[in-house]
Structure formats: C-alpha cells, structure tokens
C-alpha cells in the first residue's frame, strides 16, 4: 500500500459472509424461472435489484416484479426463500480477525444488500454465532437501501468518506467486485481486490497485522 493505513471499509457478501450466487440460481430455476441469470448476477443486474438495494421498493413490491419478469406464480415467501438462498456463514475466524483489526484499526462496512437479506443475515448470526447484529463490529455500518446509494457508484464511497472525516489517502478498501473496487480508486480510497476463489479476507489483509 501507498501510505500508511488508518481505517478498513470493508464489503460485506463474498468477503466476510459466505455467499454463492448459484444456490439463488437453482432455486429460483426450482420456481420456473429458467433464466434467472439474465436479470441477476455479481456482475449485473436489472433494474429491479437496483431498486430494492437502494430502498427504492419494498419486499412486497420485489416479490410482485419477480412474478411479472419471471412469468411466475409462487407466493411471497418461496421468492423470499429462493431470493436468501445465496447467503451461506459468517465463519467465526472472521469474527475474531474483525476483533483483532479493531484493535489496531477504525473499521467500517459498507455493503450492496436489502432489507431481505438483512433480516436473513442476522438471523444466520444470531443462531450461528450468538451475534444479534454487525454494529459492534464497526465503528459504522452503511447498508445500500438505508443509505440510497449503493456501490460501485462514487457517491457512496464519498459518504463514508464524508460521514466519517477520513483522509481517502489512509483508507483501505475491500471487496470482491472489480467493479466496486474501481469505485472506490475513483475517489482516491486505496483499494484491493479479493479473489474469494485462491484467497480469505484473512489471508489478504495479514499485511496489516505485522
């Protein structure tokens, strides 16, 4: 890294809450929606996404337009179910590695998400790590549809920037989307992409702690 590192924003699904894209896949195939990949995927989306992860729609809303886009009748929570079907764990090593970077760091995240899988995601900690929420884990947390913005747009990467008075230059960012990392280079936030294929969050930022 260029300059010395002051804070950590981190991402949220694929870097520190397992994620898989293709359970969502299958499970909305399951349903009858045999192209689901054409209106959804890390890389891109329909505008429908967009909206939900920016607060724009509700739950109930998101459901009725899977319906129409999918030519599908099944009822709200199956679309639900299938929609949280991609979050997986949040392995404790990466809670213990949070309290450890903590200790030496201000640590921030900042995630593209929904208020399904928000709700969806706490519960996976709550009963899998007795954790009620992630605040105490980040001096603040920024969520796409409570925020309406969402990445890789500029603008919430300057939020946090903004919200929190931090120098971009003594930042770090960390996400697994290439896109969102160009991002967050854009504003000058120094940023490092994750391949969550060859590598954990752990084993990228080891740097850190030495």
């Given amino acids: 890294m260029a300059k010395i590192i002051k804070n950590i924003i981190f991402d949220l699904g694929g870097v520190l809450l397992n994620i898989d894209y293709d359970l969502t896949l299958q499970a909305f195939q399951k349903l009858g929606i045999k192209n689901f990949n054409q209106f959804y995927s890390q890389a891109k989306q329909s505008a429908i996404f967009s909206l939900l992860e920016t607060g724009k729609i509700s739950a109930d809303i998101f459901c009725n337009e899977i319906r129409i886009i999918g030519e599908i009748s099944s009822p709200n929570n199956d679309i639900i ?102 991002g967050a280079k854009s504003i000058g936030i120094q940023s490092v992409l994750l391949d969550t294929n060859k590598e954990t969050v752990i084993n990228k930022l080891s740097f850190l702690l030495t």
């Fill in 81 to 182: 179910d299938a929609w949280n079907s991609m979050l997986l764990d949040f392995p404790q090593e990466r809670f213990d590695f949070l309290k450890t970077i903590n200790k030496r760091y201000n640590s921030f995240l900042l995630s593209n998400t929904n208020s399904i899988h928000l709700e969806a995601l706490n519960k996976i900690i709550l009963e899998k790590n007795n954790v009620s929420n992630l605040n105490s884990y980040f001096l603040a947390t920024y969520y796409s549809h409570l925020v309406g913005l969402r990445k890789p747009h500029p603008e919430i990467f300057q939020h946090v920037i903004d919200d929190n008075n931090l120098n971009p230059e003594s930042t770090l960012f960390i996400d697994d989307s290439v896109q969102h990392v160009n």
